[in-house]
C-alpha cells in the first residue's frame, strides 16, 4: 500500500487544487464527512450503516440520547477537516462542543469559514463549563501536515488535557505531536485509537514509536491516484498481504530440485554453528532445491551430524576460522557450486584481520545475503566496507539488525532508531544493495529507491536466532527463484507471519525460540497462496 511524505503530500494537494481543479474547501468536505462517519462508529458503532444524507434526512439521531463528542480545532486545515465534521455531527443531532486553540482571528481562511460554516447550523463552542471528560469522543483536529515539531505553545496545555481526560481520540490525518515522515513523536503526542489519514496513509504511523499513537487507520479517499503519486515522488510502502500475494510464485507441477537453485552456507564459529542450522534449514524451508554447508575440515563430526538431514556439508581447507590462500580458494571453488551465497550468521569476526578474503568474497559474482557477524567485518574495515560495496557487482541483500546497521553507517544505534526508513533508504542507494533493517516493523530499502514497512511479527521474534532463520529464508527465496526485491519482501513477510501464527496457536510471544518457526512457515505460505487465488478469481 502507497504511503505519502509530509512533503509529497503538500505536494498532491496542491496538485488536486491547482491542476485537477478539485476546490480545497471540496477536499475538506471529504474528509470532514469520513471523520464524522468513523466518529459515529466510535460512539455507537453505526457509522457504516447507513448513509449519511439518510441520517440527516431522517433526524433519527435527535430521539437519541445525546452524545458528546468535542472536537480539538488548530488554526490551520487540519483544525477546518474537524469543523467540517463537527458540523455533520451537529447537524445530526449529536451534542458538539468545539474547543479552539488559537485566537478565532489567527483562523486560517479556510478554517476561518468553515467555523462561520458551523456556525451557521447554530453550531456550539466550548464554555467554562464544558469539559473533555465529558466528551464520548475527542476529535484531534490540532496539527496535520503544516505542523513542525516540536510541539509549540499555546498547543502543549491542549494536548495535555486531551491525555488527562482518558477518552477515545481520534485523530485528523496523524496524531498531532507525531512526525508523519519518521514516526517519531512528541512527549504530548496524542494517542488516538482511531486516524483517519487524508488522502493517502504516510510513513510515521506504521513505524514505532508513531504506531502506537495511531491506532485503528482509515484513510479518507481524495481520488488521488496511484500513478499520480509515484509521479510526485512517492516512494514508501506498507507491506500488505496483498502485495505479497502479487509476488507469489507458485511451484511448477513439472519442476525438480533443480529448478530451485542451490544455496550455499558460510555460517557458524566454535560454540556458534546452532546459527548455520538455523540458516540452513531456513534456506530449505524458502524452498530451495539444495542447500550446502560450507564447513571447515577440523569441525567435528558431532556438529555435522546435527544439522538437518537435507543439508549437504561440503568441506572447505584448514580449520575454523583461519582465511588463508588455501581456505579462500578452495572456499571459492564451494562457491561456484551455488546459485546463492548466505554469509555471516554465527561466523565470528575472524575475517576482520584477512581483507584479501572479505575482497574475493565481495568479488563472488552469485547473489548473496549478508548477516550479522560478516556485516560487523564489513563495518570494521578501513574505509568502512565502502570498497566492499563498490566490488561486489551482483546482487546483495544485507540483513542487519539496528546495531549492526548503526556500525555501518557510523552513527550511533539510537540515531538509528530514530529514522530508520530514511538511513536504510540512504545507505540501499549508496550500496546499492537491499537493505533489510530488522526489528519491530522492520525496514526494507532498495535503491530503486523504494522503501516498505512490513506489516507482521510479533515480539517472539526478538530471541536468539531468528535472524539467522531469516538470512536463510531469503536466500531460499532468491535461490528458488524470486527477485531480489520479492525476496525481501516475502521473507521477512512469511517470517514475520510465522511467529504470529505460532504465537496464537501452539506457542506465546515469550515462549516461542527460532526454531519453533519452521514449523509454521507452510501455513504462511498457504495464505498467501489462498490471497493469491482470491485476487485472481476477483
Ligand atoms: N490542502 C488542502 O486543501 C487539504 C488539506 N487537508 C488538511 O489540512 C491539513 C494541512 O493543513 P495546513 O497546511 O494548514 O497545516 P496544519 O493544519 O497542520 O496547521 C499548520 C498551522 O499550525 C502552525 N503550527 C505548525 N507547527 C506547529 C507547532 N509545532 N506548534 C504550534 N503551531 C504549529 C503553523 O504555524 C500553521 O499556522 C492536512 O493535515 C489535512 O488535515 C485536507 O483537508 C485535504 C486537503
Ligand atoms: N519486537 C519485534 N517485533 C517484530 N519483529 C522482531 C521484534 N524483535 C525482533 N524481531 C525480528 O527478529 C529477528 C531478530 O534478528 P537478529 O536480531 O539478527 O537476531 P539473531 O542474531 O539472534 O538471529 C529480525 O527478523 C527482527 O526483525
Ligand atoms: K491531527
Not at 485523530?171 to 508523519?180: A, E, V
Not at 498481504?241 to 502479487?246: M, N, R, S, T, W
Not at 525460540?513 to 495464505?527: H, I, K, P
Request: aromatic share 6%; net charge negative; glycine share 10%.
Amino acid at each position: 500500500m502507497l504511503l505519502v511524505t509530509s512533503a509529497e503530500m503538500q505536494k498532491l494537494d496542491t496538485v488536486m487544487i491547482e491542476e485537477i481543479g478539485v476546490a480545497s474547501a471540496a477536499l475538506m468536505e471529504s474528509v470532514g464527512l469520513r471523520v464524522a462517519e468513523v466518529t459515529m462508529d466510535m460512539v455507537d458503532g453505526t457509522g457504516a450503516h447507513q448513509s449519511m444524507g439518510e441520517r440527516v434526512s431522517s433526524r433519527s439521531r435527535e430521539m437519541d440520547s445525546r452524545k458528546m463528542i468535542a472536537v480539538v480545532v488548530g488554526k490551520g486545515h487540519n483544525g477546518a477537516d474537524g469543523l467540517v465534521a463537527a458540523r455533520y455531527l451537529h447537524v445530526l443531532g449529536y451534542s458538539v462542543r468545539v474547543w479552539l486553540t488559537s485566537d478565532e482571528r489567527d483562523l486560517s481562511h479556510l478554517t476561518h469559514i468553515q467555523l462561520c460554516a458551523y456556525r451557521n447550523v447554530h453550531g456550539r463552542l466550548a464554555e467554562e463549563t464544558d469539559d473533555l471528560t465529558q466528551a464520548d469522543v475527542i476529535i484531534d483536529a490540532i496539527l496535520g501536515n503544516g505542523s513542525q515539531l516540536p510541539v509549540r505553545e499555546p498547543l502543549r496545555p491542549f494536548l495535555q488535557a486531551i491525555h488527562k481526560a482518558h477518552r477515545p481520540v481520534l485523530s485528523i490525518d496523524f496524531p498531532t505531536g507525531l512526525d508523519p515522515d519518521s514516526g517519531q513523536v512528541d512527549v504530548d503526542c496524542v494517542k488516538a485509537v482511531r486516524t483517519v489519514a487524508c488522502g493517502l496513509s504516510k510513513p510515521g504511523l506504521y513505524v514505532e514509536p508513531g504506531r502506537a499513537y495511531a491506532g485503528q487507520i482509515t484513510i479518507a479517499s481524495l481520488a488521488i491516484s496511484y500513478h499520480m503519486a509515484v509521479r510526485h515522488g512517492a516512494h514508501h510502502f506498507l507491506v500488505t498481504e496483498q502485495d505479497i500475494a502479487k509476488r507469489y510464485r507458485r511451484r511448477p507441477q513439472d519442476s525438480h530440485k533443480g529448478s530451485f537453485g542451490r544455496v550455499g552456507v558460510l555460517a557458524g564459529s566454535p560454540g556458534m554453528y546452532g546459527a548455520a542450522r538455523l540458516a540452513v534449514e531456513g534456506a530449505y524451508r524458502a524452498g530451495a532445491g539444495l542447500v550446502y554447508y560450507f564447513a571447515p575440515e577440523d569441525l567435528s563430526d558431532t556438529w555435522v551430524s546435527g544439522f538437518p538431514v537435507e543439508a549437504v556439508v561440503k568441506r572447505y581447507a584448514g580449520r575454523a576460522g583461519v582465511w588463508n590462500v588455501d581456505a579462500i580458494a578452495s572456499l571459492l571453488a564451494l562457491f561456484a557450486q551455488v546459485d546463492v551465497g548466505v554469509i555471516g550468521p554465527g561466523m565470528g569476526r575472524s575475517m576482520q584481520d584477512s581483507p584479501e578474503a572479505l575482497l574475493a568474497l565481495a568479488q563472488l559474482p552469485i547473489p548473496l545475503v549478508l548477516d550479522a557477524d560478516f556485516l560487523q567485518v564489513v563495518a570494521a574495515s578501513e574505509d568502512g566496507g565502502v570498497t566492499f560495496f563498490e566490488h561486489r557487482k551482483h546482487l546483495t541483500i544485507i540483513t542487519p539488525h539496528p546495531k549492526e546497521f548503526a556500525q555501518l553507517i557510523k552513527r550511533p544505534t539510537s540515531v538509528v532508531q530514530e529514522n530508520r526508513l530514511l538511513y536504510a533508504k540512504e545507505y540501499a542507494v549508496k550500496t546499492q544493495t537491499i537493505v533489510v533493517l530488522k526489528g519491530a516493523g522492520t525496514v526494507i530499502a532498495t535503491p530503486e529507491p523504494a522503501v516498505w514497512i512490513n506489516s507482521t511479527g510479533n515480539s517472539g521474534l526478538a530471541t536468539g536466532g531468528t535472524g539467522d532463520v531469516l538470512a536463510g529464508l531469503l536466500g531460499g527465496l532468491l535461490a528458488s527463484g524470486y527477485g531480489a526485491e520479492s525476496a525481501a519482501l516475502v521473507g521477512v513477510y512469511v517470517h514475520g507471519k510465522a511467529a504470529e501464527l505460532a504465537c496464537t496457536t501452539q506457542y506465546s510471544q515469550e515462549s516461542l525460540v527460532a526454531s519453533d518457526l519452521f514449523a509454521w512457515f507452510g501455513t504462511a505460505f498457504r495464505q498467501i497462496s489462498w490471497e493469491m487465488d482470491i485476487s485472481h478469481d476477483g
